[in-house]
């Protein structure tokens, strides 16, 4: 398979601070890539430089052949590559269909104006009922999106995020404050939209990232310790001592 999004020499510097040094990532094609780290390991660093919030210092970051490095995250947006957030983004006082038809008007290049006529409006709705129909929500279709419980929240920003019909999804702490239950549905989502996907996550639930991932890349003081598959880093010395010594978020 291809590498769909590449990083080399990636670094980032604050006041003198390194938090991120000289960091070569490769995500293959049709992959789910996890990045993974103790406490202040340059995890959200590295994903804000890969997903265009925070320009490196130095580095380069290249998307299907295509240098990214100095674009904008909108921009990126508009090549394929989405991102989530930890902090749930719905629009509480819609519902659930009107939360994904809000990010079907964006792809189309349609205004946000909410009080032009329904019939405008609802032309989005069988391809909204879609993408609520692919993360399981059918049934909560019509509910406000602020009645969702934190779990179905998530999998509500999944179906916005799939409107935009990324090529690739990079998703921040996707279990962050989940419930057990909702982190399995949250999984089995995830596994179940990557099968025409690549995915790069950044995640501290071991026990997912050892569910879902194809490769992991363990990161430490903002380097890399080690990459692999599960079985590979979890035994790595290095990696051993880095969770102990700082334990992980």
């Known amino acids: ?88 983004a719905v629009f509480p006082d819609l519902s659930v269909l009107q939360n994904v038809r809000v990010a079907l008007q964006r792809k189309r290049g349609e205004s946000y104006d909410f009080w032009r006529s329904e019939k405008i409006l609802t032309r989005f709705d069988d391809e909204a009922r879609a993408h609520v129909e692919e993360v399981g929500l059918t049934e909560f279709i019509d509910h406000r999106a602020g009645e969702l419980s934190y779990g179905r929240k998530r999998a509500l920003e999944i179906a916005a995020t799939l409107a935009l019909e990324p090529d690739m999804l990079l998703l921040d702490e996707p279990m962050a404050g989940m419930a057990q239950a909702d982190v399995e549905r949250i999984t089995a989502l995830i596994r179940r939209v990557a099968k025409n996907r690549t995915i790069l996550m950044v995640e501290h639930n071991l026990s997912v990232v050892a569910d879902l991932s194809d490769r992991i890349t363990v990161l430490a003081r903002g380097e890399i310790l080690a990459e692999g598959d599960y079985a590979t880093v979890s035994k790595a010395p290095a990696v051993i001592d880095a969770y102990i010594g700082a334990g992980h978020d």
Not at 8 to 30: M, Q, R, S, Y
Not at 51 to 68: A, W
């Open 1 to 88: 398979m291809g590498i769909v999004l590449e990083a080399k020499g990636l670094t980032k510097e604050f006041k003198g601070f390194v938090a991120v040094n000289n960091v070569d990532l490769a995500v293959e094609e049709g992959s789910i890539h996890a990045l993974i780290g103790p406490n202040g390991a340059g995890k959200t660093t590295c994903f804000n430089l890969l997903t265009k919030f925070l320009q490196p210092t130095s580095g380069t970051i290249t998307y299907r052949g295509r240098d990214i490095t100095r674009m904008k995250p909108a921009g990126i947006a508009r090549l394929g590559l989405v991102r989530s957030f930890q902090i749930s």
